[in-house]
């Protein structure tokens, strides 16, 4: 992401706030979005992909995808989240079609993203989430490649807290 302009910023305090922060970019998903979710383990991504699930109205509770690579969710618009973190090669990545999902209109949420660097395209959201300074505090950065992800960014009405 680094050559990548950071367009909004965001701290969270809790679990909660990270899971509410996901709510609001789920409903503000309109179908053939790519989001990219970068951070150590720990660092709250799947947390923020169950938020995302909120928002497009799933009655599902997305877990860490541990036997498969990719799990779908049903709501207002089809979620296939994915963890690439088990994945050795960025071929690999390329061959589990991820593309042809957002390309028909379905949702994208890649956990460790950076496994598949080159593999998506410039317009994705990219989320960066770290530990902040206390246990519950997490610093989450978001950047839009291009009009798709952008708009994500502006819909969420993120005020930067520092
Ligand atoms: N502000 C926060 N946002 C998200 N998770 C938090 C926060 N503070 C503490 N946590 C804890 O951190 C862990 C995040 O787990 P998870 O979302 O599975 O991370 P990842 O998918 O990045 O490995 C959970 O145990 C959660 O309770
Ligand atoms: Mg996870």
């Known amino acids: 992401m680094s050559d990548r302009r950071i367009e909004a910023h ?54 860490s995808p541990t036997f498969v690579l990719v799990n779908r969710h049903i709501g207002r618009l089809v979620l296939h989240h994915c963890d690439l973190y088990r994945l050795n090669s960025v071929a690999e990545v390329g061959e589990l079609g991820l593309l042809e999902l957002a390309e028909q209109g379905d949702v994208l949420a890649v956990e460790w993203s950076d496994r598949g660097e080159g593999v998506f395209p410039s317009d994705s959201l990219s989320v960066r989430m770290e530990r902040g300074a206390e246990d519950n505090n997490r610093s989450i950065s978001f950047a839009g490649g291009g009009p798709v992800s952008l708009r994500l960014v502006n819909a969420m009405n993120l005020v930067a807290k520092r």
């Open 10 to 63: 965001s701290m969270t305090n809790s679990e909660e706030e990270t899971i509410a922060l996901g709510r609001s970019l789920g409903e503000s998903l309109c179908g053939g979005e790519i989001i990219l979710i970068s951070g150590d383990l720990g660092a709250g991504k799947t947390r923020l992909v169950q938020g995302i699930a909120q928002g497009l109205g799933t009655d599902d509770n997305p877990r």
